[in-house]
């Protein structure tokens, strides 16, 4: 019996386990058991192709193993307020689909090779980037404003224009007896901040209320 199939599938499922791990610590939608059975199934049809299967051109199959794993990363990818996520979670069944092909084809060392690079930018590299670009990220802040009065509206629309600050999705309702106004406010962390505890000490604002939206992993 020829065990050469099983050594490069279960290689193929070790390496793949690792980008699979690192997705499922961060509750992504593609964890640990779609990075491995990626990997094997990629590692399968390699194999298969190595061996003169397919139209016995291994190059084919690897297109098609490409062109496969762009619609299953397409998948993971989906928009949330406006801006798309799971870009990196996508890219990271590309990495298993390339350890798989590695692996299928008996290439243990680029397969290997893929996984150290990843891992290191998947951990820390990103560790390295929030750092270094704390003070630059971007946030989102969604916040609720109680009004004392309906004129009091124009004058939180004036001082917001007037802050470093982007202003949208500005919502005006009325709850219970309250006139709420709903507006996200976007730029850097401390600029929205400042932005909101002003809001909050306008004439004719009784409340502020707000929810920070941090930068996301994809």
Do not use: C
């Amino acid at each position: 019996m020829d065990f050469e199939p099983f050594v490069r599938l279960l290689v193929a499922a070790a390496l793949t386990s690792f980008i699979g791990l690192d997705r499922e610590l961060r509750a992504k939608p593609a964890g640990l058991r779609t990075n491995i059975v990626v990997g094997i199934a990629t590692a399968a049809f390699a194999y298969a192709g190595a061996l003169g299967f397919m139209g016995g051109d291994p190059t084919r199959v690897a297109a098609q193993i490409v062109s496969g794993i762009g619609f299953l990363g397409g998948g993971a990818i989906f928009a949330s307020a406006g801006k798309p996520h799971g870009l990196t979670t996508a890219a990271a069944l590309w990495g298993s689909a390339a350890i798989g092909l590695a692996a299928g084809i008996g290439e243990y060392s680029i397969a290997l090779a893929v996984v150290v690079v990843t891992l290191l930018t998947l951990w820390p590299l990103d560790l390295v980037a929030q750092r270094a670009l704390a003070g630059r990220v971007r946030h989102d802040v969604r916040i609720l404003v109680v009004l004392e009065r309906l004129d009091a509206l124009p004058l939180v629309q004036r001082r917001l224009a007037a802050m470093p600050v982007d202003v949208h999705d500005l919502e005006l309702r009325t709850l219970r007896d309250d006139l709420v106004v709903e507006l996200t406010l976007a730029g850097r962390v401390a600029e929205v901040s400042r932005a909101a505890d002003m809001v909050e000490t306008l004439d004719g604002v009784r409340l502020v209320a707000r929810q920070l939206h941090e930068r996301q992993d994809d």
